[in-house]
């Protein structure tokens, strides 16, 4: 602990709130929790949806997401148990299996869906939602399927295991670097007793999901199924404690700081843009999309 206690206040980020999540369902009555609701796009900006689901009852989640639209923005899906087929309009399709990920940039927009690769047992993972800047919002669409042993790892001294999908730590560069939003997207598992400090730049917005045992931030205690959002106080870096064995994720990105017009599956600037989407889909430009695979 650093003794200039008003040096230390100005280093790390501290805890602004505590968000609990809405219970809902999606796609074919998929059951989970949305973390980061529509309310908080503007103060998470770049990040507009993170979804949690965990569920061991096949009624949960067997329906899966069936074939729906996106245009606008990127999803980027990751697994931490049980497995998903990804099939889009272009005739790609992947599966996703435990700690895989996938980063499907929607772009000028495709037509997907993610169903469940089994009839039983745990399904978990999330799905977050990341912006694109108005000037590549019509870009081509396209994914990438990330294997688990393709997502690099880093372990401390502490024992902290850092699965590093986007951004980098300590050192290490992630599976997936994206420009102007610069996303950091972290799954960290803390033994008991670790700390662990990753650095996030001050202008950038930033929150964790706790998503197994419990930690600490700046002396607030952060639960299984709880997102911390991050003060933008100056701070450069976050400092986790864990007294019991821990997992969370880490997600901040540089804000856009542009108008968002969302409606369901479709994120633009501006009404007219919806309006617009809306009439491309109806003509069926979104079958046609082709998707390339990376
Ligand atoms: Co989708």
Redesign the pocket.
């Known amino acids: 602990m650093n003794s200039d206690s008003s040096k230390t206040s100005a280093a790390w980020r501290t805890v602004e709130r505590l968000v609990q999540g809405v219970q809902t369902s999606d796609g074919a009555g998929v059951r989970l929790t949305r973390v980061l609701t529509q309310q908080l796009q503007r103060r998470l900006d770049p990040f507009l949806m993170l979804d949690a689901f965990r569920n061991e009852n096949p009624d949960d989640y067997i329906g899966g ?1 069936p074939d ?1 639209p ?1 245009r606008g923005f990127e ?1 980027i899906t990751y697994m931490i148990a049980g497995r998903m087929r990804h099939h889009d309009s272009a005739g790609n399709q992947g599966l996703l299996g435990p700690g895989g990920a996938q980063w ?1 940039t ?1 772009g000028s927009g495709l037509i ?3 169903l469940p690769e089994q009839e039983q047992g745990l399904m978990e993972g999330f ?1 977050l939602w990341l912006n694109l800047p108005a000037k590549d919002k019509m870009s081509a669409p396209n994914y990438r399927d990330i294997p688990s042993a393709a997502i690099p790892e880093v372990v401390s001294a502490d024992g902290v295991r850092v699965r590093v999908i986007a951004g980098s730590s300590q050192q290490l560069a992630g599976a997936v670097q994206r420009p102007v939003t610069e996303p950091l997207y972290l799954d960290v598992h803390m033994p008991a007793g670790s700390r662990f400090v990753q650095a996030i730049p001050a202008g950038h917005n930033a929150f964790t999901y706790t998503y197994r045992g419990q930690v600490s931030i700046g002396g607030t205690v952060v639960n299984d199924r709880q997102m911390a959002i991050l003060a933008n106080n100056g701070g450069t870096a976050v400092s986790i404690e864990a007294a019991e064995d821990a997992r969370l994720l880490i997600i901040a990105g540089q804000p856009l700081n542009e108008p968002i017009a969302q409606y369901g ?1 479709f994120v633009m600037n501006n009404a007219e843009e919806i309006q617009q989407t809306l009439r491309d889909y109806q003509a069926g430009k979104f079958e046609a999309a082709v998707v390339q695979s990376l």
């Open positions: 997401f729906h996106h999803t499907m929607t997907h869906s993610e799905q599956p």
